[in-house]
């Protein structure tokens, strides 16, 4: 008797865990035709994203997989595959050599903000401040996050901008908000 009711206890915990992790990814938005797991790390779900494999290879080729792998919290502004294409042509295979490394990390850290900055919060402190905020990324440099068209941008040190196309994509060690641009420092 006592082994049926530890054993209905166990497969009832382990039934709310695959419901729980169910939930959560149900919330979560899809990226590139792949579920996003809260339970995972930045790279562990960038990884699975069809449409992040450049930002991936790049994160790789910086060396950044330990650190976007860590506690955080950090918000990725991630470019997608069509971002990396809208550079000119043969950017992405020259930031990818090892002598370009440092150029590399200064580009990509220059998409990620210390701490968890939800699309509302940006949207809150854009709207507090003339539909304009500025953030300090990770490189050290600022980006603001402008609200036009009813949508939220990142706008970088030379002016390129980046619309947030998904939000809010919850990880274990943070948030990643998809953008349709390469953020470049000065």
């Given amino acids: 008797m006592y082994n049926s009711i530890r054993r209905l206890a166990i497969a009832s915990c382990i039934a709310a865990v695959f419901a729980t992790a169910s939930v959560s990814a ?76 440092a150029k590399l990390t200064q580009i990509l850290t220059y998409h990620v903000v210390p701490g968890t900055h939800t699309a509302a919060q940006l949207t809150a402190a854009a709207k507090k401040g003339g539909d304009s905020s500025m953030l300090t990324t990770v490189e050290g440099e600022k980006l603001a996050v402008k609200l036009a068209d009813g949508k939220v941008w990142v706008v970088d040190a030379k002016g390129g901008k980046a619309a947030v196309t998904t939000a809010d994509v919850g990880q274990s060690n943070g948030v990643v908000h998809v953008i349709d641009g390469v953020l470049m420092p000065k």
């Fill in 26 to 101: 149900a919330t979560n938005p899809t990226v590139g035709g792949a579920a996003m797991y809260p339970t995972k790390t930045i790279v562990e779900n960038a990884s699975a994203a069809k449409n992040l494999t450049t930002l991936v290879a790049a994160v790789k080729a910086a060396g950044l997989v330990d650190t976007l792998s860590g506690t955080g919290p950090f918000t990725v502004f991630a470019p997608t595959n069509d971002a990396f294409a809208k550079l000119p042509k043969g950017t992405v295979d020259t930031l990818l050599k090892p002598e370009n490394k």
